[in-house]
């Protein structure tokens, strides 16, 4: 499992210390950090831009967690296993001696290796989840909920409530402390606004741009049209809806193999 904290790490003040500082004539030779990310990196000659693409492995490519990272991150970033399909570096690594070749694949979430994020909020946010109403779109009470920090939007499992159709979560309301219930077909949109939009491997355009995009990492990028609004923002158009697009995600954008860019998904 990935989340939204994954690229909020990998901007982190952390890798601006990692990667040393800015070269200067007397120190021509920069400090580099390598990471195990399948994403790769190049300099675009003609702009002098420091370009993000993804990883030679689709399946396992992680562009979606580093669109936050800037120019000089980039430039002092090396991503060795960026070049290499899974299986052949499995094969390097076993050629190589390395005990951890034939390792499985994480799928939790790194910091919460058991999967009981709430239990990680309590313990270490101070959070205490409030039981409060499932509500339908018209405010009709459908059950009670543990809290809302204990549900995603899209979630069917785990709901306890009965109704004449599978009930999914489409949102929630902070002020009456409920989470919001409805049928698959409510969770469709086509737009989204997003804010803290880092234009990464290209600069802000003045003009909308066909991409495509997603807006979690294990979905499919979707064609749409981006456009730029003032205040570091964006506007996204979908040639077709998109299910469950939720408010601070991440939206990351794409040409071909370039990262555009991303955002913050807003409400």
Known sequence: MWCWTCAICSASGSWTGLCGPTPTA????????????????????????WQLLRGADRRKDQTYFLYQLTQHQLA???????????????????????????????QDICF????????????????????????????????????????????????????????????????RNAVILGEDNRLYTRELTAERVNWLSV???????????????????????????????IRMVFTEPQRAVTPGQAVVFYDGDLVLGGGTICP
């Open 26 to 49: 007397a120190h021509p030779i920069p400090a580099l950090t390598a990471t195990g990310h399948y994403a790769r990196v190049r300099l675009d000659t003609p702009s002098g831009r």
């Open 112 to 175: 919460v290796p058991d999967g009981d994020y709430v239990s990680f909020l309590r313990q270490y946010g101070g959070v205490e989840p409030v039981p409060g109403d499932f509500l339908d779109s018209e405010g009709r009470v459908l059950g009670r909920h543990r809290g809302m920090e204990c549900y995603t939007i899209g979630q069917r499992k785990g709901l306890g409530v009965s109704a004449n159709a599978p009930q999914y979560v489409l949102g929630k309301d902070p002020d």
């Open 203 to 233: 600069p802000e355009p003045d003009r909308p741009l066909s991409v495509t995009a997603k807006t979690r990492y294990s979905q499919r990028e979707a064609a749409a049209t981006v456009e730029p609004l003032p205040g570091g923002r």
């Open 76 to 106: 002092h970033l090396l991503l060795p296993v960026g070049d290499y399909e899974k299986p052949a570096l499995r094969a390097l690594a076993a050629a190589n001696g390395l005990s951890n070749a034939q390792k499985a694949d994480s």
